[in-house]
C-alpha cells in the first residue's frame, strides 16, 4: 500500500492511493499482480486544509502564534550560533476596536485583512509576521546589525498604518503602537520575548499610541534621541550650524602632509558636539545626506582654493562621497562645476567610496564611477578590508587608492591575523598599482609597520586629530613629520 501522486490526461494532478497484491497459481507461485487505484484527491485536500489552518490565521492567511513560535525558535537558534540579534515586534492597532464597534465586523474584518497586506510589505526576506488575534500582530525580525534596522523598519510599518484605508465609502484611519523586544539582551527564549514585546508595547500605548518602545530602556533612549536628531537635522543646513574639520593625511616617506580629509562636524547648544556616526546614518535614512553632502564638497573645495592661493598648490582634498550621492543624476555635473568655480585641477580632489559600492558592482555603479574618474578626480575606497568579498572587483572599477580600516590598523603587530591581512591588502594594491593609506594610526610602532611594509600614507591621531582650517593652515606652515623609525611627531 503506498499513495502517489499523478496526471490526469486533461493535465490536472491528483493523489492516488495505491494496492498491489500478488496473483499466485495453484502451487503458490506469484504469477502477477493485481493493482486497485483508489482517487484520494479530496482527502488529501482536506489534511492539507487543516494543517494550514492548525498553523495560519483564518482571517488574514498570516502565520498564526504556533506557526509563529515555531518559526521563531528556528531563527534564535540560528542567531545563537552566529551570535547575532533578533527582534520581536508586538503591534496593536490604535483605534481599531471603535471602527469595528461602529461599522461592524464585516468592515473591521475588511480593516485586518488590509493591515495585514501592509505589514507584509514592510517586511525583508526572512522576516516573520503573525496574528495573535483580534488586532493584535507581532513579528520576529532576524540577522540584525544593531537596533537602528528594528528602528527603520518600525518606522515603516507606522507610516504604512499612517495611510488611510479606503472601505466602501469610508475612509479609516489607523495608527500603531509596538513595543520592540531584542535577544539575546531582553531575553534568550520565545516567552520571555513575547513578554518583554508586550510590555513595551504598552509602554508605547502610554507614550501616546502612534510609535514604538524598547524594552530596554537605554535603547529607548537612544530611539528618543535619534528622533530628536532627525527632527533637529532638516534646519541644521539652513542655520549654519555644520562646519568641516580636517585630518592630515601624511607621505610615510617624506613625512609631508599631502591632503586633508574634510570631516563634517554639528554642534547644537541643547545637544552640544553630535557624533558623526549619530547624525550621518540619520542622515542617509532620512535622504538629507544628499543636501548635506554638496554642502561639505562646496565648503571643502572652497578651502583648498584658499590653502592654494596661501602657497600650498599642491595639496589635496578628500571628501567622502555617499551612495545616495553618487547614484543622484546630476552629481557628476556638480562635481565639474564646484572644480570649475574654485579653479581646481580634477586631480585634486579625492573622493571616498564605502565598500559597498563595489561589493554591489551593478553596471550603474560602474557607470557613474567611471564618469567621475573620466573627469580627472581620483577615487578612494574607505574603511577598506571589512568587506572580503569586493577584492574581485578591485580591477572592474576604475579606483586609484585605498584605505585600510583603522579596527586592523589598531591590531598590527599585536594580532596575527590584522597584522596578515594588512600585509596582504597592501601587496594585492601594489599587485593593481594602487595607494595605500592606512586609517587610525595611534603610535609609532604603527607607522613604522606600515612604512617598512611598503604603505605610502597614514593618517591618525599619532599625527594629528581633526582639527580646524585655521589650525591645519597653522600646521601645514610649521610642521614636517618625522620618518625616523626612532622618533615621532604627534600634534
Request: hydrophobic fraction near 40%.
Amino acid at each position: 500500500n503506498y499513495e502517489t501522486e499523478r496526471v490526469r490526461k486533461d493535465g490536472k494532478r491528483l493523489y492516488v492511493s495505491l494496492t498491489i497484491s500478488p496473483i499466485k497459481d495453484a502451487a503458490g507461485a506469484i504469477r502477477g499482480a493485481s493493482a486497485i487505484a483508489r482517487d484520494i484527491t479530496d482527502r488529501k485536500r482536506a489534511e492539507e486544509r487543516i494543517r494550514y489552518l492548525a498553523q495560519h490565521d483564518s482571517l488574514t492567511g498570516l502565520p498564526n502564534r504556533n506557526l509563529f513560535r515555531d518559526r521563531i525558535g528556528q531563527v534564535i537558534v540560528h542567531a545563537r550560533r552566529a551570535r547575532e540579534q533578533v527582534a520581536v515586534l508586538f503591534l496593536d492597532l490604535d483605534g481599531f476596536k471603535q471602527i469595528n464597534d461602529s461599522l461592524g465586523h464585516q468592515i473591521g474584518d475588511r480593516l485586518l485583512r488590509m493591515a495585514a497586506r501592509r505589514l507584509q510589505g514592510c517586511l525583508r526576506e526572512g522576516d516573520t509576521v503573525a496574528r495573535l488575534g483580534g488586532d493584535e500582530f507581532i513579528l520576529s525580525l532576524p540577522g540584525l546589525a544593531d537596533s537602528n534596522d528594528a528602528i527603520l523598519i518600525s518606522n515603516k510599518i507606522l507610516e504604512a498604518l499612517r495611510e488611510p484605508f479606503l472601505i466602501e465609502q469610508h475612509e479609516l484611519h489607523l495608527t500603531g503602537s509596538i513595543g520592540i523586544s531584542l535577544y539575546p539582551a531582553d531575553g534568550e527564549d520565545v516567552e520571555t520575548l513575547l513578554r518583554a514585546a508586550d510590555t513595551a508595547m504598552y509602554h508605547a500605548k502610554e507614550k501616546g499610541r502612534d510609535n514604538y518602545q524598547f524594552f530596554t530602556a537605554h535603547l529607548n533612549d537612544a530611539a528618543r534621541r535619534r528622533l530628536n536628531i532627525a527632527n533637529r537635522l532638516h534646519r541644521a543646513l539652513e542655520n549654519n550650524e555644520f562646519s568641516l574639520y580636517y585630518q592630515p593625511e601624511i607621505h610615510l616617506g617624506s613625512g609631508r602632509v599631502f591632503a586633508a580629509e574634510a570631516l563634517v562636524r554639528w554642534r547644537r547648544p541643547e545637544l552640544g558636539l553630535i557624533a558623526p556616526n549619530e547624525f550621518i546614518k540619520v542622515a542617509e535614512e532620512t535622504g538629507l545626506i544628499v543636501p548635506l553632502g554638496e554642502w561639505a564638497l562646496r565648503e571643502a573645495a572652497g578651502q583648498l582654493r584658499q590653502w592654494h592661493d596661501a602657497g600650498f598648490p599642491d595639496l589635496r582634498m578628500t571628501v567622502n562621497l555617499s551612495p545616495q550621492q553618487l547614484r543622484r543624476p546630476g552629481f557628476v555635473e556638480l562635481v565639474k562645476a564646484v572644480l570649475q568655480e574654485n579653479r581646481l585641477s580634477p586631480t585634486s580632489l579625492d573622493l571616498e567610496i564605502t565598500e559597498g559600492i563595489l561589493m554591489a558592482h551593478s553596471q550603474e555603479n560602474l557607470h557613474f564611477l567611471q564618469q567621475l574618474s573620466d573627469v580627472g578626480v581620483r577615487l578612494v575606497v574607505d574603511d577598506f578590508g571589512v568587506g572580503y568579498s569586493s577584492l574581485g572587483y578591485l580591477q572592474r572599477f576604475p579606483i586609484h587608492a585605498l584605505k585600510i580600516d583603522q579596527s586592523f590598523v589598531n591590531g598590527v603587530g599585536l594580532d596575527p591575523n590584522d597584522t596578515a591581512l594588512v600585509t596582504a591588502i597592501i601587496a594585492i594594491a601594489h599587485s593593481l598599482n594602487l595607494e595605500v593609506v592606512a586609517e587610525g594610526v595611534e603610535s609609532e610602532e604603527q607607522a613604522t609597520f606600515l612604512r617598512a611594509h611598503g604603505c605610502e600614507a597614514a593618517q591618525g591621531f599619532y599625527y594629528s586629530q581633526p582639527i580646524s582650517a585655521e589650525a591645519f593652515i597653522e600646521l601645514l606652515r610649521t610642521r614636517t613629520f618625522s620618518t625616523s623609525p626612532a622618533s615621532g611627531v604627534s600634534v
